[in-house]
Structure formats: C-alpha cells, structure tokens
C-alpha cells in the first residue's frame, strides 16, 4: 500500500457533500473571488453568514465548522492584533489609547476587514473540502475537468496525506516530551519546541512525499499509457444548480459591496 487515508470524511451524504467534487470547487471558486475582491463590510458578513447557513446542508454543524475552521480563526485574530499595533494609517476617532495600542475607527474597520475577509475565504475551502473524498475528487478532475492522469493522482495521492499531518504533528511532539523538550509553561520555551517540532514536521513531509513519489514511478503512474475509468461519475442537474449558485452568491457579495 503506497499512503493510508487519513481524511475525514464529513456529511457525505448531506445534500450538498454528495455533489461532484468539480461542481463545489467551481462554485467555491466564483464564491471566494467575490469575497476576496471586496472590502465592504455588510459584504464580507454576508458572506460568512451564507457559509454558516450553508454548512448543515454539508452535513457540519456551523460549530463543528467554527471548530474546524480554529487556525483560521487565530489568524483572523493575529491580523486584527497586528494591526492594532503596526498600522500606518491612524486616523479616524480615537476609540482606545492603552500603551503601545492605539485603535481608531480606521484601524478598527481595516483590521475588522481583512479578518472577515480571510474568513469568508477559509471556512468556505474548509466546508468544501472536508467533505470531499480524495478519490471522488480524483475522478471528478479526470472525467469533468480533463485534467492529466498524472495531476488527478498527484492531487489523490496530496490529498490524502494531508490528514496525516496531525497525526504526524503529535507523534513527534510526544516523541521530544519524551527526551525531555517540553516547553514547562516558558512562552521563550514554547516558541522554540514549536519552531523544533515545525523543522521535525517538514522534514519528515519531505521524506514522505519522496518515498511516495518513488513509489508510485514504480508502479507504472508515470507511464504515460492511457488510463480508463474505474468509477464513471455523472454529472447531474445538482451540480449545474450548484454552481449557478455559487455565481448568484457572488453576484449579490459584489452587489453589496458596490451598493
């Protein structure tokens, strides 16, 4: 066996998780975009609030995606902080002056932006992919987008390995508590195991995906030989009605946003 699954699967069979893989990344795709060209507030909570709403019709509860969704959230948080501290622009009404943190009514709707807009681009990728099979989605790309065999596989075989990750991340973290490396409540310490355990994670990535890539030449997936199709996926009148949805959600985020 060249890789183990490691992805979880969620909601499968919810009405929008059993839509073809192509389908919800082209509607991803238009949904994203708008958000990612737009500043505008009410825009941007639209945006997230259709992502909560559409999130039990992909079989996630909206907590079970906020849940999902933490590094994205602390990266929200770490953009509004930064900004607090580091913005240039500084104009507007004073609304709080403690020490080094000087927020305005500027500062405070710039950092609010950029950390909606982040989120109204992750959750959305989030609720997409964690309900998509790696090879539903391998075979979506051959048959709908005509990608190479060689892409589609690469992409099953990435796929895949990316819910290794965690497991990966802990095993080393347990592995340098055993030798001693714990941070012991020291902010300096924890920074450094952190920076220790990220390096162990890379490597040990990198020698994975070697051996896979080996693997995998030695079965013949670079051969260049012509590949059938194993699981025939139709594409059904769901899929259009997703992504038309996709583009009128798109259209009223870009509406919002120029009102």
């Keep these: 066996m060249i890789v183990s699954s490691a992805v979880d699967v969620t909601g499968r069979w919810a009405p929008l998780a059993r839509r073809t893989p192509v389908a919800k990344i ?3 795709a238009l949904f994203t975009t708008a958000a990612l060209f737009t500043r505008d ?12 709403l559409a999130a039990p019709l992909f079989g996630i509860t909206p907590w079970g995606l906020l849940r999902r969704g933490w590094p994205a959230l602390f990266a929200a948080a770490t953009v509004v902080l930064s900004l607090t501290l580091f913005a240039a622009d500084r104009s507007g009404t004073v609304l709080l002056h403690f020490g080094p943190f000087l927020v305005t009514t500027t500062v405070l709707q710039n950092a609010t932006t950029l950390a909606l807009r982040l989120l109204a681009i992750a959750l959305p990728s989030i609720l997409v992919f964690s309900t998509t099979d790696p090879t539903d989605l391998a075979d979506s790309l051959t048959q709908h987008a005509r990608v ?3 892409f589609a596989i690469g992409a099953l075989a990435a796929f895949r390995l990316v819910g290794l990750l965690g497991e990966e991340w802990r095993t080393i973290a347990m592995a340098r508590r055993a030798r001693g490396l714990d941070a012991g409540g020291n902010p300096v310490r924890w920074v450094r195991v952190f920076a220790g ?3 162990g994670l890379l490597v040990a990535a990198i020698r994975r995906g070697t051996r896979l890539a080996v693997a995998m030449d030695a079965r013949g997936f670079d051969s260049g030989m012509p590949r059938g199709l194993a699981r025939p996926m139709p594409w059904r009148p769901g899929d259009w009605l997703l992504v038309l949805a996709g583009a009128v959600l798109a259209v009223m985020i870009q509406y919002l946003a120029h009102r």
Excluded at 41 to 52: G, Q, S
């Design 41 to 52: 507030l009410v825009a941007l909570v639209f945006a997230l609030a259709v992502t909560l």
């Design 26 to 28: 082209l509607a991803l």
């Design 148 to 150: 190479p065999a060689r």
């Design 197 to 199: 355990t990220g390096f």
